[in-house]
């Protein structure tokens, strides 16, 4: 398999195959046409510089530096020192998944040819990707206004034997690294430090691999919370298609049609019953809520999908048929779009997490319940504990979750001497949201965990022989391989990590 950089075309798929394969599995590489404009563009460039022409970022500083002119003869140590200052990210580095998806998409974004980067340039970073040489990048620093200037310097500075880099499972320095790949690291020419630090590719890298991993979420949501319905006799009226036509949300009413289905074939669930019509909001509004949660993914992935194949630098330089050159100065660097849409994914997903923990209280609780299962999901309560202390945990995790769902795009903090005075905080939202997204796997695996508990439960009052529905079984057999039914109290950590393991494995 591999993959063909244009700039337009880069798909969501894509993007998780090279994160996630192994270096040059896909191999990728760059198309002819791209490969003709990447070098227009460097043309353009070269043919500015002999005109002695003024432009930002080419024969200027940059930032609060804009208007201070730069000699042909520095015009290299100007964009070697670009990256070198700018490289000041702090925090744990970006995992490896995270730093492939961050040099793909940049070398998409760089292939329109609107950037002036040479081929060469562009071409190194290929390599890289294709061997397996991955800067390593600091996850903190960046504004998410003018570019993620700090993070991504940290990646440039690899490609000018700066840095530090993984190969072959050492952190090494980066012309090391590059040498033991048999690259060589390149000078930087005129405009390429700034095409290579100025960009939303890392916000946009990491809010891609949460996208998707929230899609699975959100149908891992789906099934444990039928799981808990039905650990908890819980009756289907609620997800009468009837219902949900007359609100007709889409994302609503395809949640109450996979719930239908998941529940297909059930025997835990109750018919009518005259003494109790109805479920508490946690059972019956699981489409209402996962639906409106499920809006906010498709508004992340509909919105990434466009950043993927978008030219987000400054500035960009356009030719015409005629020959004219123009450098034209402009703001798609600017991650608000991203950060917004962060934001509302992060809260769609602590609210996933709010309405599994009360299933999981619902569980819990032998009052909340009705006495369907016992207290804490034990037969020996007083003595025993059961999953007391589990829903402790769930609680514990919606509530940093809670505090991380405040949203970081209302926050801005003028930068370079007032000159970017209106900043995005892109990554800050998206680191947010990948915290939230780890802390709602737990949650969600915790909710399979009772719920199992609680159907074993039932089963000793119904029968043994009852079945499960078609969407929900798998979960408790995937449970039930690993976990054994709880009868007294025992060290709970390690259930717990292999019920971890199952949802891991399950999202993949």
Not at 157 to 175: F, N, P, S, W
Not at 362 to 368: G, K, P, Q, W
Not at 437 to 446: H, P, Q, R, V
Request: charged share 20%.
């Amino acid at each position: 398999m591999e993959i063909v950089l244009d700039g337009e075309s880069l798909t969501f798929e894509q993007v998780l195959a090279v994160a996630y394969g192994a270096p040059g599995k896909p191999r990728v590489s760059l198309s002819e046409v791209a490969s003709e404009n990447v070098q227009k563009a460097a043309d353009a460039v070269d043919t500015l510089l002999e005109r002695g022409e003024i432009a930002y970022g080419i024969t200027t500083g940059f930032g609060a530096f804009k208007d201070k002119i730069i000699s042909r003869e520095e015009v290299e140590l100007l964009q070697r020192n670009i990256v070198v200052s700018h490289a000041v990210g702090v925090g744990d580095p970006f995992d490896t998944p995270t730093v492939r998806a961050i040099m793909l998409i940049r070398a998409n974004t760089l292939a329109r040819g609107f950037s002036g980067i040479r081929l060469e340039t562009l071409q190194l970073i290929i390599d890289c990707l294709n061997a397996g040489v991955h800067p390593v990048i600091p996850e903190k620093g960046s504004l998410g206004a003018s570019g993620d200037l700090a993070p991504l310097a940290h990646f440039a500075c690899v490609l000018i034997g700066e840095g530090k880099a993984k190969y072959d499972g050492e952190v090494l320095d980066g012309a090391e690294a590059l040498n033991k790949a048999r690259l060589k690291p390149l000078t930087l020419k005129a405009k390429e430090g700034l095409a290579l630090t100025n960009g939303t590719t890392i916000m946009t890298a990491v809010g891609l691999l949460e996208t998707a991993r929230a899609i699975r979420l959100a149908d891992l949501a789906d099934v444990s919370g039928c799981l808990s319905l039905e650990a908890l006799n819980g009756t289907l009226s609620a997800f009468d298609d009837r219902i949900h036509q007359l609100r007709p949300h889409p994302r609503q009413v395809e949640c109450a049609k996979n719930l239908r289905k998941l529940l297909a074939g059930s025997d835990f669930v109750r018919g009518f019953d005259p003494t109790n019509v109805q479920d508490a909001y946690t059972l019956r509004c699981i489409p209402q809520v996962h639906g409106a949660c499920r809006d906010a993914v498709a508004y992340a992935e509909w919105l990434l999908k466009i950043e993927l194949n978008s030219v987000t630098d400054n500035p960009l330089i356009f030719q015409d048929d005629a020959g004219k050159i123009e450098v034209i100065s402009g703001g798609n660097f600017h991650g608000e779009p991203l950060a917004l849409a962060f934001d509302y994914l992060t809260i769609a997903l602590a609210e996933l997490g709010n309405i599994a923990e009360r299933r999981i209280m619902r569980l819990t609780d032998e009052a909340s319940n009705a006495h369907v299962l016992p207290a804490f999901l034990t037969d020996h309560g007083g003595l025993n504990s059961g999953f007391m202390i589990v829903q402790y945990t769930a609680a514990a995790l919606c509530t940093e979750n809670k505090v991380l769902a405040h949203p970081a795009s209302v926050d801005t903090i003028p930068s370079s001497a007032n000159v970017e005075d209106h900043v995005s905080m892109g990554v800050t939202a998206v680191l947010k949201l990948r915290q939230v997204a780890k802390n709602l796997e737990t949650i969600l695996g915790l909710e399979g965990f009772c719920a199992a508990q609680g159907i074993d439960c039932r089963m000793n009052t119904i029968g043994k022989d009852k079945s499960l529905g078609d969407g929900t079984k798998e979960m408790y057999a995937m449970v039930r391989e690993k976990v054994p039914f709880i009868e007294k109290d025992c060290y709970m950590k390690s259930h717990m990590d292999e019920v971890a393991a199952i949802v891991s494995n399950w999202l993949r």
